[in-house]
């Protein structure tokens, strides 16, 4: 379905120092510095899949999917999606896909929602039935029902961008791009988001390009992540996978009335303050029970917890691994 192969990207940035002088200067003899936000990008998705597109800032996230939306042509290789050139087949392209930008809007500012909604079905085509029976859908899927006559500038972030999402699946796409869908919701709105998306992936086999930083999205919705840094692939493969080759590392946090913090091969002391400890439990050499056990020898344990790798600590260490 999604398919880039070799995909390269340069941008052209002027820099100057600050002062009138420097701005009078570089009116004749501008500085540019070219800077490769993709290189030889390549990837496949399929139809159905739900992918998490990862990369800390400047990466190239937001290049790629603007590319694979049509909005940016490469400087070379190749994208189709279904078959079509994003930038050259625009028109064809963008019937099958929705866009939601978590810091732009694609609704208007002072008009109700329902307008924005209203002149969408007019660009997409949409026939009358489908247009109404998709919005009864949404609304009542994503709670906006109540809130769709409201000019959109009074809406809260939440409700905003509930109205977004709702708005790029009016015309049923085959392919859905989110990029920072859930910045700056409240736990309960995304919640919602993530339990929505997750049912039109199973529901409508929707294809879904997401692109956050916050892990427990990802964590939440996809299986697969392809990891970005320095506009070049660094990783694609399972999440799953990826957990359990971090699951040799594990922290236990013990807390005590009384005793002697005595370590044995395999534990490392991270943190210790008033009858409080967390260490780190390498599995390899020690099992998880064994510690409880030597610790439990040595303390009069009052609480005991052992936690995983999570999401977010296994992206920090892909970064420090492939130093972006």
Known sequence: MIELQNVCKTFKVTRRNAGFLEAVRAMFHKKCDYIKALDNVSFKINEGEMVGYIGPNGAGKSSTIKIMCGILSPKSGLCTINGLIPWKDRIRHVRDIGVVFGQRSQLWWDVPVVDSFELLRDIYKIEETTYKSNLN????LLDIETIIKTPVRQLSLGQRMRCEIAASLLHNPKILFLDEPTI????????????FITNINREEKTTVI???????DIEALTKRIILIGKGKILLDGDLGTLKKQYTEQKKITVEYAEGTLSLCDGLTLLESIHGRAIIALDTN???VSNAIAELSRNLEVLDISVAGTTAEEIVVSLYKEYQI
């Open 137 to 140: 859908k949404l609304s009542t």
């Open 184 to 195: 700056g919701l409240d736990a309960v709105s995304k919640i919602a988001v993530r339990n």
């Open 210 to 216: 997401l692109t956050t930083h916050d892990m427990q």
């Open 285 to 287: 050499k020690i099992s």
